[in-house]
């Protein structure tokens, strides 16, 4: 594969406007960013929900601008457990949750007064563009969806992974399942060869551009959660 290159987008002017949501009663931390000095009453929209590991402006950042320089508001989240929203456990991976989370986001970016509640996109990459799949096929008012290299067959991307790292994974998940007192997490990406959730297609080098002005957490729980 060829180094990634993230488009500069510093030219593009925005403006932040902070908020929150509720989500199975858990505080959610959200952004919406809009065209800097827009006089327009209500935008079109996008909705970005992120992948495995996401949190705000992580590898997002070319995407939101170039969006909101097309006239869009674009609104960003973190899911529960994650980044500045509430919710434990910290850094689990739990899809059911994610989607749910990724609903209430919807309802919310609906609900705020910049936004054209009936021009909704989303756009999704990776496991995120997996929740798109399901989320675009719950509300069909949406006006589309850009989905991403999603992840669409967790069974085929467990079998990707060579025998010995998933027998490392099963450990590493069987522990923690037993062990009382604190969970036992895993980096969620290291770099090629190296033990993580994720060492292919350069996903380190990828995530050392995306997060290099801010500040994140590299691990996930051991065994996530696969309850409702």
């Given at each position: 594969m060829v180094n990634r290159q993230y488009p500069d987008t510093s030219d593009v002017k925005t403006s932040a406007l902070k908020s929150i949501f509720i989500a199975d009663g858990v505080t959610c931390a959200a952004t919406l960013y809009?065209?800097?000095?827009?006089?327009v009453q209500q935008l079109p929209a996008i909705l970005m929900v992120g992948g495995w590991g996401s949190i705000q402006?992580?590898?997002?950042?070319?995407?939101?601008?170039?969006?909101?320089?097309?006239?869009?508001?674009?609104?960003?989240?973190?899911?529960?457990?994650w980044g500045l929203s509430g919710g434990w456990p910290r850094q689990d991976i739990n899809p059911w949750r994610r989607v749910k989370t990724a609903n209430?986001?919807?309802?919310?970016?609906k609900n705020l007064p910049q936004v054209n509640a009936r021009h909704i996109v989303l756009w999704?990459?990776?496991?995120?563009?997996?929740h798109v799949v399901d989320l675009v096929a719950q509300h069909p008012d949406l006006q589309g969806a850009i989905i991403q290299v999603p992840m669409l067959d967790g069974l085929q991307a467990v079998r990707s992974v060579p025998v010995l790292q998933s027998i490392r994974f099963l450990g590493y998940g069987l522990a923690d399942l037993l062990k009382p007192g604190a969970r036992i997490h895993i980096p969620t990406v290291a770099p090629q060869g190296e033990f993580g959730s994720m060492d292919?297609?350069?996903?380190?080098?990828?995530?050392?551009?995306?997060?290099?002005?801010?500040?994140?957490?590299?691990m996930i729980i051991a065994s996530p959660r696969v309850q409702s």
């Open positions: 809009l065209p800097e000095g827009s006089c402006e992580a590898l997002t950042s070319s995407f939101t601008n170039r969006f909101v320089a097309a006239g869009y508001a674009v609104m960003e989240f973190d899911y529960q457990g209430a986001a919807l309802a919310h970016i999704g990459t990776s496991f995120g563009g997996g292919r297609d350069q996903a380190w080098n990828a995530v050392q551009l995306g997060l290099a002005a801010h500040t994140a957490r590299n």
